[in-house]
């Protein structure tokens, strides 16, 4: 689990294809200082997991279905990413509980001189943004401050411009986007219960009409 408070920028140093796959190398002197192989790390809000770490660069596999859902499929070396070490137990939960588990990517809009920046936002994630809920953009955890029918707009202070990559963003970079999860729980165990009042309104009307 993560939080969304990311601890530095890091940068990936190599890239290799593989079958399905991809391997990433990224150095990042923080986040490799206590970590070992099998160990979960955040890359730009994507949860992989450190399969060797060498001095202060660590390496991670990227599956075909991460690479499909992600960013990650156009990374290239030199990239700025954002980096975050899994949550341990009894720290404090300064942003929101995040699984690292990316549910699509938007695209960097726009962003106005006082830090409102605009997303454009996937139609199959748009019923699970709510304004001043929580949403996950690139592994950053922010307050959503609007919504519309295919974006979504955020506040970002001059402490994330500094320390994320959403401070290097431009038109038209995709990013990471990752929902409230309790949101799509809810909607899962609601859905039986609103298929079967659907069903029973059906009967009911055509009863009346009978």
């Known amino acids: 689990m993560f939080t969304g408070i990311v601890e530095e920028l890091g940068e990936v140093t190599a890239v290799e294809q593989v079958p399905n796959a991809a391997r ?14 099998g160990d979960s790390i955040a890359v730009s ?11 202060t660069e660590f390496t991670v596999d ?3 279905e991460t690479l ?3 960013s ?4 290239n070396v030199g990239d700025k990413v954002n980096l975050e070490r899994a949550t341990a137990v009894g720290d404090r ?14 695209v960097y809009l726009s ?19 709510v304004e001043k809920g929580s949403i996950a953009v690139d592994g950053v955890s922010l307050t959503v401050a609007g ?12 402490t994330t411009l500094e320390l994320t990559t959403l401070g290097r963003a431009e038109p038209g970079d995709l990013v990471n986007l990752e929902v409230d999860v309790v949101a799509k729980y809810v909607e899962k165990l609601a859905m039986p219960h609103l298929a079967a009042k659907a069903h029973n309104d059906v009967v009911g009307s055509t009863e009346e009409q009978a």
């Open 24 to 37: 990433l190398s990224v150095h990042g002197p923080l986040v490799t200082s206590d970590a070992k192989h």
């Open 45 to 55: 809000g994507v949860c992989l997991t450190v399969v060797d770490v060498a001095g």
């Open 62 to 64: 990227v599956v075909h």
């Open 68 to 70: 499909q859902r992600s």
């Open 72 to 75: 990650l499929a156009k990374i």
């Open 93 to 106: 939960l300064g942003g929101h509980i995040m699984q690292g588990h990316v549910d699509g990517t938007g």
């Open 111 to 129: 962003r106005d001189p006082q830090g409102l920046t605009r997303f454009a936002l996937p139609p199959a994630l748009a019923r699970y943004v």
């Open 147 to 158: 919504i519309g029918e295919d974006q979504f707009s955020i506040a970002l202070i001059p």
